[in-house]
Nanobody
Framework: QVHFVESGGGTVQPGESLRLSCRAP???????????MAWYRQRPGEQREVVAS???????NYVNSVKGRFTISRDNARKTVYLQMNSLKAEDTAIYYC????????WGQGTQVTVDP
Protein backbone atom coordinates (compact mmCIF):
# COMPACT_ATOMS: atom_id res chain seq x y z
CA GLN A 1 0.00 0.00 0.00
CA VAL A 2 1.45 3.33 -1.06
CA HIS A 3 1.91 5.79 1.75
CA PHE A 4 2.90 9.42 1.44
CA VAL A 5 4.70 11.49 4.04
CA GLU A 6 4.04 15.22 3.73
CA SER A 7 6.03 17.85 5.62
CA GLY A 8 6.98 21.51 5.58
CA GLY A 9 3.73 23.14 6.63
CA GLY A 10 3.45 25.82 9.27
CA THR A 11 1.93 29.15 10.20
CA VAL A 12 3.05 32.19 8.24
CA GLN A 13 1.88 35.70 7.50
CA PRO A 14 0.47 36.79 4.14
CA GLY A 15 3.19 37.29 1.56
CA GLU A 16 5.57 34.78 3.11
CA SER A 17 6.73 31.46 1.65
CA LEU A 18 6.77 27.78 2.51
CA ARG A 19 8.21 24.73 0.79
CA LEU A 20 6.33 21.48 1.18
CA SER A 21 7.85 18.05 0.64
CA CYS A 22 6.21 14.72 0.04
CA ARG A 23 8.07 11.44 0.16
CA ALA A 24 6.80 8.12 -1.12
CA PRO A 25 9.13 5.69 0.67
CA UNK A 26 7.07 2.58 -0.06
CA UNK A 27 6.56 3.30 -3.73
CA UNK A 28 8.93 1.41 -5.98
CA UNK A 29 10.84 3.49 -8.51
CA UNK A 30 9.40 1.69 -11.52
CA UNK A 31 5.96 2.86 -10.37
CA UNK A 32 6.92 6.28 -9.04
CA UNK A 33 9.03 7.53 -11.92
CA UNK A 34 6.38 7.36 -14.65
CA UNK A 35 3.56 8.56 -12.41
CA UNK A 36 1.99 11.99 -12.58
CA MET A 37 2.22 13.31 -9.05
CA ALA A 38 -0.02 16.00 -7.60
CA TRP A 39 -0.47 18.24 -4.62
CA TYR A 40 -3.96 18.62 -3.25
CA ARG A 41 -5.41 20.76 -0.50
CA GLN A 42 -8.49 20.64 1.65
CA ARG A 43 -9.80 23.83 3.20
CA PRO A 44 -12.02 23.60 6.30
CA GLY A 45 -15.52 22.50 5.31
CA GLU A 46 -14.58 21.95 1.67
CA GLN A 47 -13.68 19.02 -0.52
CA ARG A 48 -10.12 18.21 -1.42
CA GLU A 49 -8.97 19.90 -4.63
CA VAL A 50 -5.96 19.47 -6.85
CA VAL A 51 -3.53 22.38 -6.65
CA ALA A 52 -0.69 21.35 -8.95
CA SER A 53 0.54 18.32 -10.84
CA UNK A 54 3.75 17.22 -12.52
CA UNK A 55 4.20 14.48 -15.11
CA UNK A 56 7.12 12.13 -15.49
CA UNK A 57 8.70 14.52 -18.00
CA UNK A 58 8.08 17.46 -15.66
CA UNK A 59 5.18 19.04 -17.47
CA UNK A 60 3.32 21.03 -14.82
CA ASN A 61 -0.24 22.23 -14.32
CA TYR A 62 -1.70 24.54 -11.71
CA VAL A 63 -5.11 25.61 -10.53
CA ASN A 64 -5.68 29.23 -11.55
CA SER A 65 -5.64 30.54 -8.00
CA VAL A 66 -1.98 29.55 -7.46
CA LYS A 67 -0.50 30.20 -10.90
CA GLY A 68 2.56 32.41 -10.66
CA ARG A 69 2.87 31.81 -6.92
CA PHE A 70 3.34 28.05 -6.50
CA THR A 71 5.90 25.80 -8.18
CA ILE A 72 5.78 22.01 -8.19
CA SER A 73 8.90 19.94 -8.76
CA ARG A 74 10.06 16.37 -8.27
CA ASP A 75 13.20 14.40 -7.45
CA ASN A 76 12.73 10.86 -8.66
CA ALA A 77 15.92 9.62 -7.02
CA ARG A 78 14.45 10.63 -3.66
CA LYS A 79 10.88 9.73 -4.64
CA THR A 80 9.94 13.19 -3.43
CA VAL A 81 7.71 15.90 -4.85
CA TYR A 82 7.93 19.50 -3.68
CA LEU A 83 5.62 22.48 -3.64
CA GLN A 84 7.25 25.90 -3.35
CA MET A 85 4.60 28.35 -2.22
CA ASN A 86 5.32 32.06 -2.46
CA SER A 87 3.19 35.12 -1.79
CA LEU A 88 0.91 33.10 0.42
CA LYS A 89 -2.61 34.34 1.02
CA ALA A 90 -5.16 33.65 3.74
CA GLU A 91 -7.18 31.56 1.27
CA ASP A 92 -4.22 29.17 0.92
CA THR A 93 -4.89 27.99 4.46
CA ALA A 94 -5.58 24.25 4.20
CA ILE A 95 -4.20 20.79 4.80
CA TYR A 96 -1.97 19.87 1.87
CA TYR A 97 -1.62 16.32 0.59
CA CYS A 98 0.18 14.63 -2.25
CA UNK A 99 -0.78 11.56 -4.24
CA UNK A 100 -0.59 10.03 -7.66
CA UNK A 101 -2.85 12.15 -9.87
CA UNK A 102 -6.28 10.59 -10.15
CA UNK A 103 -5.82 8.10 -7.32
CA UNK A 104 -8.22 8.48 -4.41
CA UNK A 105 -6.70 6.12 -1.87
CA UNK A 106 -3.64 5.66 0.33
CA TRP A 107 -3.62 9.28 1.45
CA GLY A 108 -1.03 10.44 3.93
CA GLN A 109 -1.79 12.62 6.94
CA GLY A 110 -1.06 15.83 5.09
CA THR A 111 0.66 18.95 6.34
CA GLN A 112 -1.18 21.97 7.72
CA VAL A 113 -0.56 25.36 6.14
CA THR A 114 -1.98 28.36 7.96
CA VAL A 115 -1.68 31.87 6.58
CA ASP A 116 -2.69 34.07 9.46
CA PRO A 117 -2.77 37.84 9.18
Amino acid sequence: QVHFVESGGGTVQPGESLRLSCRAPRMISSTYNPATMAWYRQRPGEQREVVASITHDRTTNYVNSVKGRFTISRDNARKTVYLQMNSLKAEDTAIYYCNVRGVDESWGQGTQVTVDP
